[in-house]
């Protein structure tokens, strides 16, 4: 009987697209899971709140193999496939920008997020997730270009990544609360005003 990982390798062999969407999705799902836990217990370990919904989205904005195509094309170049270096600068430089500005800017899609609130959230979180980032990718990158195999440098990032998805996970379920909290004080304020209406009704009718 073949072992876990054969048949992992069998996967990546013959259906390398569906097998990195799929594990993406399980490994964004597992940290959003995982993120959301650390979120409640910071809470106070509020129990029932919990949100499925938007693990799945996070989830699905994570799914596409975007990587397998960048690695492919790393590898096609023929100054670029034989300077890891050179690989581990644009990797860094170009590619991991890109691929957080499609996380904020597709989360922010699915999340029903309007263009105005996203590029706010680009402004207040983008620099600051880009530099959290080269403290771990530029040696994940290194040795992912280095030493891992070709066919499984998507999976190796995507193992690096559940760290990555974790703090991203972290990162939008405090705009989460902060839009949340939003809404409350905006229920707090129409709230009030209707009872200050009430109040100038009362007086006047006496």
Sequence with gaps: MPSLAELYAEALRTRPLQTKAAIGFIGAAASNIVAQCTAQKGRGGTRGSFQWAICFLFALHNSPPLSHFWYAFLERVPRLSKSPILKVILDNVIWRPFLLLYSFVCFGILMGRTPKEIMAE???KFVSSYVTGL??????????????????RTSFSELVGFFWNWYLSMAFAATASDEELEDDED?????????EEDDCGDDFDD
């Design 122 to 124: 680009l402004r207040a």
């Design 135 to 152: 403290k771990i990718y530029p040696v994940a990158s290194f040795v992912n270009m280095t030493i891992v195999p070709l066919d499984m």
């Design 187 to 195: 229920r707090d304020e129409e709230d009030d005003d209707d009872d």
